[in-house]
């Protein structure tokens, strides 16, 4: 892992960017000293590392005394796309303004996406909790199909808050059981992409014994402010 | 209103019972002496005032610096019953050890319980605005039958936190979409006596433009701690 830039922002927050290999990846770190548990935030369906809305929610829960670290993962963000995935991509914008993709569509095009994302986000956990300012348990936070692949495979997961915001292929859909976490879902109630019952369906599926559903009136884009301190909160019950 | 008897708890809360005409409730009070925001707090289906449950909420509340009051309604807690209410009461028994009732033993068992509670509340709601230790918003918490039938016809209540784990009448089913007050509905998503999509039917047809869906796994009294603080973060941002 190697740092490449740094800046300071104005409440302490560390803004570090990494590469690992071919990864490229964020970490923002609190003014403390001492180790402090890790986030991992992933942005829903691949959108870049470097999105306004996850900045903004990283460098507030860094503020908050977290370490957050953020990829771009195949296909997403800055990366470079193989020929199958520029297709997929072309098929999937297609479909979308053809009023929707089918299930294959969506299948075909973010499947693969989270296939590849997963073992990439342990390569960067390896990593990451070298790090001396990193320690305690690890929690991981934002795009659902990926998080339930990494829960389910991955033991040093200790809490995960995932947004029921997008599509979750049928292979993670039937890993949701072997996800046994605390976990907190994230749903907003009338989100234009996502039907509501299947993600009523997937709470139900987590194994989970502890797992909070958190249902809020709008559309894909109109989560409440207050969520992202409810999940400080819920970070902090488990990770502290 | 006449207060009949008074404790001071150890954080400084005042517990003051009291009569409002045949109505007995009991007022808690933080130790400021600056007026309080109010929370009216019912407990489901008619438990009574003294419950240990609602007591050690209704403690923990006024101590984070509400004014919060509960009151017996008719057929409920210490109240006398009438022979109606008692027969009532006692087909509801012979149907919940019969393998639980059918909607029409909870309609004639709940129903009136909750037509003569929400007038009640209100006349309480009058007296207890008129306290000088009392101002602001008032929010309500609890028993969601009597909270809609109150937020329906009552501008007083700005705020309202239900709990989705008793049946709600028809009456109040049908004026759920006159409760426009931002709102927190409570969810057991195993509750063994509440149908979990007649919850989720009843969270999608409330009028309000911000409303909050929090479910948790687990039955009818597995409620976790945390949705107490959740619950005091959700009035703290309608009723400060």
Same mark, same amino acid.
């Given at each position: 892992m190697r740092f490449t830039s740094e800046q300071r922002?104005?409440?302490?927050?560390?803004?570090?960017?990494?590469?690992l290999g071919e990864i490229p990846g964020t970490l923002w770190t609190p003014r403390t000293a001492a180790p402090v548990p890790l986030i991992l935030m992933a942005h829903n369906n691949g959108l870049p590392k470097n999105a306004d809305r996850l900045v903004a929610r990283a460098r507030l829960s860094a503020a908050a005394g977290y370490a957050v670290a953020s990829i771009d993962t195949p296909g997403c963000g800055d990366r470079p796309r193989s020929p199958d995935e520029e297709r997929a991509r072309a098929d999937f914008r297609q479909a979308m303004q053809a009023g929707g993709p089918a299930d294959e569509v969506f299948e075909s095009f973010i499947g693969p996406l989270v296939e590849k994302a997963v073992p990439e986000w342990r390569a960067t956990l390896d990593a990451l909790v070298e790090l001396p300012e990193i320690g305690g348990p690890? +929690?991981?936070?934002?795009?659902a199909a990926v998080g339930i692949g990494l829960a389910a495979v991955e033991p040093r997961i200790a809490a995960a808050g995932f947004f029921a915001g997008g599509y979750v292929p049928r292979a993670q859909r039937e890993a949701a059981r072997k996800v046994t976490v605390p976990l907190l879902l994230l749903l907003q109630w009338d989100?234009? +992409?996502?039907?509501?019952?299947?993600?009523?369906?997937?709470?139900?599926?987590?194994g989970s014994t502890e797992k909070t559903l958190h249902a809020n009136l709008g559309g894909h884009l109109g989560t409440p402010w207050f969520e992202r301190e409810d999940g400080d909160r819920f970070f902090g019950r488990h990770l502290r």
């Amino acid at each position: 892992m190697r740092f490449t830039s740094e800046q300071r922002l104005d409440d302490g927050v560390r803004e570090r960017e990494f590469s690992l290999g071919e990864i490229p990846g964020t970490l923002w770190t609190p003014r403390t000293a001492a180790p402090v548990p890790l986030i991992l935030m992933a942005h829903n369906n691949g959108l870049p590392k470097n999105a306004d809305r996850l900045v903004a929610r990283a460098r507030l829960s860094a503020a908050a005394g977290y370490a957050v670290a953020s990829i771009d993962t195949p296909g997403c963000g800055d990366r470079p796309r193989s020929p199958d995935e520029e297709r997929a991509r072309a098929d999937f914008r297609q479909a979308m303004q053809a009023g929707g993709p089918a299930d294959e569509v969506f299948e075909s095009f973010i499947g693969p996406l989270v296939e590849k994302a997963v073992p990439e986000w342990r390569a960067t956990l390896d990593a990451l909790v070298e790090l001396p300012e990193i320690g305690g348990p690890v +929690g991981y936070s934002g795009w659902a199909a990926v998080g339930i692949g990494l829960a389910a495979v991955e033991p040093r997961i200790a809490a995960a808050g995932f947004f029921a915001g997008g599509y979750v292929p049928r292979a993670q859909r039937e890993a949701a059981r072997k996800v046994t976490v605390p976990l907190l879902l994230l749903l907003q109630w009338d989100d234009e +992409g996502n039907p509501r019952q299947l993600a009523l369906d997937l709470f139900d599926a987590f194994g989970s014994t502890e797992k909070t559903l958190h249902a809020n009136l709008g559309g894909h884009l109109g989560t409440p402010w207050f969520e992202r301190e409810d999940g400080d909160r819920f970070f902090g019950r488990h990770l502290r």
